[in-house]
């Protein structure tokens, strides 16, 4: 089974930057999303991309945030601008649609005011 695995999250101050990265086996193949999930929230998308770097993006975040692919390295990563306290939560990558069998344990971004 496919195993996903993000990285580079943590904690900030608010108007601070952060590049998380998403690696697994066969993932340059695949379009790919991250999604997140606040504290007391439901599992929300946030971007996707797709196998030849096309990129969609939830409305609201709009211009914060940014996923790239990196072919060479095999990940997928999302690049978040003028981080907010309101963005804290898990961070997880996956297929775009979600496999629920793929989900790997996240990232977590906390971000203090």
């Known amino acids: 089974q496919v195993q996903l695995v993000e990285s580079g999250g943590g904690l900030v101050q608010a108007g601070e930057s952060l590049r998380l990265s998403c690696t697994g086996s066969g993932i340059n193949n695949r379009a790919m999303a991250w999604y997140r999930q606040a504290p007391g929230k439901q599992r929300e998308f946030v971007a996707r991309?797709?196998?030849?770097?096309?990129?969609s993006y939830q409305n609201s975040l709009r211009g914060r945030f940014t996923v790239a692919r990196d072919y060479a390295k095999n990940t997928v990563d999302l690049q978040i601008n003028s981080l907010k306290p309101e963005d804290t939560g898990v961070y997880l990558c996956?297929?775009?649609?979600?496999?629920?069998?793929?989900w790997g344990q996240g990232t977590q971004v906390t971000v203090s005011s």
């Open positions: 991309i797709s196998i030849t770097g096309v990129t």
């Open positions: 996956n297929t775009y649609p979600p496999d629920t069998n793929h």
